[in-house]
């Protein structure tokens, strides 16, 4: 394959990894590079990856830089929302949800630049691996992929280093820079590695880079106001923004008041298991009020269908399989459910709380007090109670006639 | 029916409710009554429900008054979280769990005493009558029903009380009782009623009798370890103890750090909506701690298919299908998945959070950190995951190849 | 309730039945009546039914007839079709999926004429009263219904006729008429009671009114070909029809070769099993015959996916919920599958046999000899499945080097 | 690996390609060989096996021939028929359900042999390579696998006779051996090949080595009973066999009737599509039986909760995953809804057809006509379905009072 490939778009953070990378499949593969930086909200300047490339001798129109973070909330991020999704009943699937955009448009770069292939700094262990390359193919299926760390003998830290200084890449060490194996994002940063390969540890308190510990969060607790619109988030404390700044702002008020820690040990696709720490500040309160305004405006069967499916769904954005005839038929079913998905949830923050205190829904409340106390109503007849269990206990009645015991 | 029936065993708790359809089934039935009080961690002494009854004319033969609380935790509550359960993605079911173990007692009783019938003191709008109801009709297929709430023109507070006055019945409030409706057992208690059928209000600190208020609870943590063996827990900080103490200690422990409110809007399943408020201090952290320590034993695909019937399984607990043969398949199939579910798990609580410290497994960890990290290993080589990758994206290459987009 | 209607639209087919109840609705509610007979294909001619309507008093006006045969099909039965419904893996759900269509224009009229109330001639211990009463609430949920079986006290045959006999009401039987309870329409005739009533019985042949014994059908069979299009029935033979004529053409060759007889138990909603027999002639061709077009141009976890779902969606179907959030969602999930179900399937038929005898699809065939021989081919590398095998082995692997034992 | 390896047992049936694979075995890896042939029902004499294997230098003590039809039958057959499992839709598994049984027989003898490998004739593009090695695995982690197919460069038809011819192995072919590529065992024979790879084909006639041609089957059909006992088979017209002289005979009588052929696209799991032709004579009049037998003796539920979870368990039996925990779990949930499957079915067996004449379960049956005719009965009361219906409605009733239309 080495010496078919002309042109590959290499997914380029700018670290030092994809740096060595960019350096090894020029030297390897005699191809031309374009690098492709993304901004999904890690919280980077991106120009030092433009520097670096063009160090490493990237021409500029070579170098692609894209401001993802709107389409990345507004078609990833809310969508997945819609569904209340977490894998293993826990994870809010940040890194997984941001893959599938990075590997599309690095897809369209690679159709724009006649590339023949593209390439990623993902390991050969990971899941991430895989939602690169299932995007890369569902977008262009001839497209050729190199995944250097499944190539390369490279296979130790030293190994690395040593090839980075040989060919001058800059390995000095960002000042403040985490240990730990990093991933982030406008909804989540993830940490691995380290102390963390010891499911029994607790890490220290400075791994985590964004969430206030809650023990250090402010005594005073905090009452916002979201607002949903079909489903998604359109206002906070009554004022609209572009789902990113909301998801901006929402993050800021979590990670204020200690929300959003987690600490699991979770099922790769690949098959092994493997230990993450994850911080989803935002996320994390975005999902309680969503299931919150859900609560008095989806029908309860409709509501039941999304939590019997929510699993499958979550796994595939786990696995990867965002661009999916499957996905989108799920996505289809839970779409359908959202439209009356409308009202107001109001939420007291406090030391990794999220405190429900209320939810309104002006036109689409399906709750009505007359219903559900005891007293006489003109929709609700006591007595009928008493068919819908007699004939809901048929089953059994007829059974143990039969002499069946449960 | 009114003239047909005999001897009817009623589910008394000693409340003004239960007295008053006491004395209405004697009225009304002309028939004998016989008194069934649980003991299911209600935290209320049962022997003034003796006195009661015996007060209403009830011999003394005819008054039961049973401990469940262990089987309680053990034949019910811990089945039920080996599955980790939630309905509606939020509740523990602590009022649904109690029922069918209420209703077996009581349906065993009438077979005992030679009973023609059973009675309970659930409105006709809730849930409770149709988990009663279907509990009996599943242990025996003739026994008669009496649900006063559905058949009596009782139907408002002061005619109640009207009746009670009449009847020589003692109406006046126990100090301190609060005024919403309440159930209170081992695993929860819960609210319902007053402020709380509005959505949008927020319920006075005063109503919850249990828990702390996470802003009250101790400003130093606790860290707790929990020992789970087939996915039960057997031990606390290395302490056996009875299922029931278990449960009991955790409650202490929640309840101290302010853990477990929780504030929904659920689907009856009798149609409607209502708002609930539950507390659950040990089931709360129980639920999370299960998780954990199947995390490292679990098998992924024993997890995923677990996750995916939960609800299912859920629901039939909280529409009261505890005893049918649907959730004696569902137990089947959760049951053989906890056979290696044995290990601890260290937890620290603070202020209403749960946190993870650690899990860790002596013989039935299927974590080993050699699988996860990016150096080579014996039993994965990085290079399967090409192959891996490739044929799970060979449907797309070939939609791809044919075409379509997705 | 009965002093309060004025004005009921009667589901009226014209028959025995119906008629007493047009007549007791008159008597009892002193009302005035709608009838509303509909054509889905049920093979009677509708005028009689006007002339029996007028002389029992009924105005003009006040009688409507509907031919909602093309509805009926375009948008009953081709969109159940698209998920392979099956209920209780056998039954077509001929009659369920007509009932709706039935409820919804008989709601429509009701708005149309301000009828207050709507009846109809099913028995307290079917299916159909769901269907029919879930539909009506869904379309107004304001109206009456009166559902005469559950009402009066003509429960029995002798007590009906003796009834219709006193009020004038021709009870001769139709000259051949047969004695089975028959559901007619364009999908299906359906029939239950006298031997059928001992599940160990075997009805006499001539109970069947559509299709051949097979063992009468013609020994020379028939080749047909089905053309597809987004999933639905598009042309026969290259002939392009109607729905409604595409499935009446269906029904007859597959009445002629004997397809489509159904003889089974199934469990009712309302909670007992009941015997029927099912024609299904032009539907069990259908089916298969969409099975197989799919089989080549749909995703494999798409096509996965709703045969999970399927059941689920056939049980909306049969219990009643047509127009309901959670059938919507379902469809809307079916529907999204269906875009690339373009194709044509050629046929034999046979004395029972419905015999696939090819499938192709112009430009939406997954299907490509080159990746399944065993030569190499561009797409496919056999190594990569060592691979692919590995890493799903993996859990397996490690499962076993930890001592367990599968 | 090819110097590591010492001792080898191969899956050899005594044909063209595994004697090719076993001289290969031979040369490549210069280890024993070890020669494992099942008899699970294929048809052809083993003693010819073992006479090719002496032929090619195998020590006679390293021969392992077993009779595995009894346990085929009882432990793997008979289970996955209680699950009615068909995948997608139509295909009765015959040779997913065998391949598991042979894995493990196979990784016993390497045990027992002390061999540190296993091997196989399974393709690099089918289903069976999955199969057999996630059988080895989950029986032994340790053992190699040499798959030849994945290996070597005999990738076609000359190559494979030349290496034959070189090495002195018979290629002579067999006097009327199938031009198709086969697999057959006690459930079925597969065909695949040839004019099937075209799937707008049809196959001739003289493809099928089992069934008659519908055609061609007995004018006169044939009623026979079929008895189950915990949903399994025990008696074909009373008289009691072992579960595999059960399916003999009732292969014998489909086959005599021309029942059972299958033409059929499917998805396979390492992502393509292909076109198989299969003959289940046997199997398909069982799965008719036992759906027949559980439709009278199975709660609804029960019934509804099977069939929903049946597509996952076929697909787990198709892709190889017989030996997991979950398929374990849904066994347990299965297997736990049988134990009141007793009873007798008639059926008519015609040309094609399978035709249910009665069923019957002297102990366990739930039908009774009482419950379902029109007329009163003392366990069903009508007036109870509008209490049932009502409350169905409910959310109907209150989505519509708010304005929603469905």
Redesign the interface.
């Known amino acids: 394959m080495k010496n078919e490939i002309k042109k590959v778009v290499l997914a380029y953070s700018g670290g030092l990894d994809t740096s060595i990378i960019l350096k090894w499949l020029q030297d390897e593969y005699k191809c031309e590079v374009i690098t492709f930086t993304a901004d999904i909200g890690q919280g980077e300047e991106l120009e030092p990856a433009r520097q670096k490339a063009l160090a490493l001798g990237i021409k500029e129109e070579n170098i692609f830089i894209k401001d993802l973070k709107d389409e990345f909330v507004k078609d990833y991020v809310f969508p997945m929302f819609r569904a209340?999704a977490l894998y293993?009943?826990?994870y809010l699937l940040g890194t997984s949800i941001a893959r599938p955009l990075i590997a599309k448009t690095q897809a369209q770069i690679a159709i724009q630049t006649k590339a023949d292939a593209v390439s990623h700094g993902a390991?050969?262990?990971g899941n991430d691996?895989?939602r690169f390359?299932?995007g890369y193919?569902?977008?262009?299926?001839?497209l050729k992929i190199i995944?250097p760390?499944?190539e390369w003998d490279l296979?130790?830290r030293e190994k690395l280093l040593a090839y980075a200084q040989k060919h001058g890449i800059d390995i000095s060490k960002k000042k403040g820079k985490s240990p730990y194996s990093m991933d982030a994002n406008l909804l989540h940063i993830s940490y691995e590695?380290l102390v963390l390969?010891?499911?029994?540890?607790?890490p220290e308190d400075d791994m985590w880079r964004w969430t206030k510990n809650?023990?250090e969060a402010p005594n005073e607790?905090e009452i916002i106001e979201l607002e949903f619109q079909k489903g998604d988030l359109i206002a906070i404390n009554e004022k609209k923004l572009s789902p990113a700044k909301l998801l901006i702002q929402l993050n800021q008020l979590g990670a204020k008041h200690g929300i959003g820690?987690l600490?699991?040990?979770?099922?790769?696709y690949?098959?092994?298991?493997?230990?993450g720490c994850y911080e989803t500040p935002g996320g994390t309160i975005l999902l309680k009020a969503h299931?919150?305004i859900e609560?008095?405006t989806l029908?309860?069967?409709?509501?039941?269908?999304k939590?019997?499916l929510m699993?499958?769904y979550a796994?595939l954005i786990y696995n990867g399989?965002w661009?999916?005839?499957?996905r989108?038929?799920?996505q289809?079913?839970?779409?359908?459910?959202q439209k009356?998905v409308n009202g107001k949830v109001?939420i007291e923050l406090?030391?990794?709380?999220v405190?429900?205190?209320?939810?309104?829904s002006a036109?689409?409340?399906?709750?009505?007090?007359a219903?559900?106390?005891?007293?006489?109503d003109e929709?609700?007849?006591?007595?009928?109670?008493?068919?819908?269990?007699?004939?809901?206990?048929?089953?059994?009645?007829?059974?143990?006639?039969?002499?069946?015991k449960?």
């Not at 406090?350 to 709380?353: A, I, L, Q, S, V």
């Open positions: 209340n293993e009943g826990e390991t050969g262990k691996q895989v390359e299932l193919l569902a977008f262009n299926p001839n995944a760390w499944r296979n130790s590695g390969e010891d499911p029994a540890c607790f809650p023990k607790s820690r600490d699991m040990v979770e099922n790769r690949v098959g092994m298991k493997s230990r299931r919150t609560s008095i029908d309860r069967e409709a509501a039941h269908l939590d019997e699993p499958k796994n399989y661009f999916s005839p499957e989108l038929m799920l289809a079913l839970i779409d359908e459910s009356y109001s406090y030391k990794g709380n405190i429900i205190r209320g939810r309104e036109n689409d409340s399906l709750f009505n007090t219903y559900c106390t005891f007293e006489e929709v609700y007849n006591q007595k009928d109670a008493a068919g819908f269990i007699k004939l809901n206990a048929l089953r059994f009645i007829i059974a143990g006639k039969n002499g069946r449960f």
